[in-house]
């Protein structure tokens, strides 16, 4: 999924929370050579500690809720699901994000939200993880 979203977006860079990193100018899967060598390479280019690299980087609140289905049917493709999804997006614009997907080895729907407002994040995962749940 992520070297998919990556391609649909033109990104050259993605990656998982397990630490699975893609640099899609580099390589087409995962490689912890290849990222680590990109992390020393930003660091000499601006001259940057890894400390000092990474307080550039902001962190936000994330929320993760796996929803198991019955299989068959994607609940992605609900009607209702993409209903909840959009008016969750709206309600997050600029602040977060949402990242939903069918678990590739699993009957489960992950539902991530990030946003800056940790409970607003928690609230909005469980408003979609309602809504697949109950498809």
């Not at 050259?12 to 929370?17: C, I, V, Y």
């Not at 660091?43 to 019955?70: C, D, G, W, Y």
Request: hydrophobic share 40%; glycine share 8%.
């Amino acid at each position: 999924y992520v070297l998919e979203k990556m391609h649909e977006n033109n990104w050259k860079f993605g990656g998982e929370n397990s630490g699975h990193i893609i640099i899609s100018d580099k390589n087409t899967t995962g490689d912890g050579i290849i990222a680590s060598l990109a992390v020393l390479t930003a660091m000499v280019q601006h001259k940057l500690s890894l400390n000092e690299l990474v307080t550039a980087v902001p962190l936000f609140p994330q929320v993760l809720i796996n929803v198991r289905f019955a299989g068959g049917e994607n609940p992605l493709e609900s009607d209702k699901v993409k209903s909840v999804a959009s008016d969750v997006e709206k309600r997050l614009a600029g602040k977060g994000r949402i990242l939903l997907r069918k678990s590739g080895t699993e009957p489960l729907i992950r539902v991530m939200v990030e946003c800056q407002d940790g409970e607003l994040a928690q609230q909005c995962a469980e408003e979609i993880a309602n809504a697949v749940k109950n498809n």
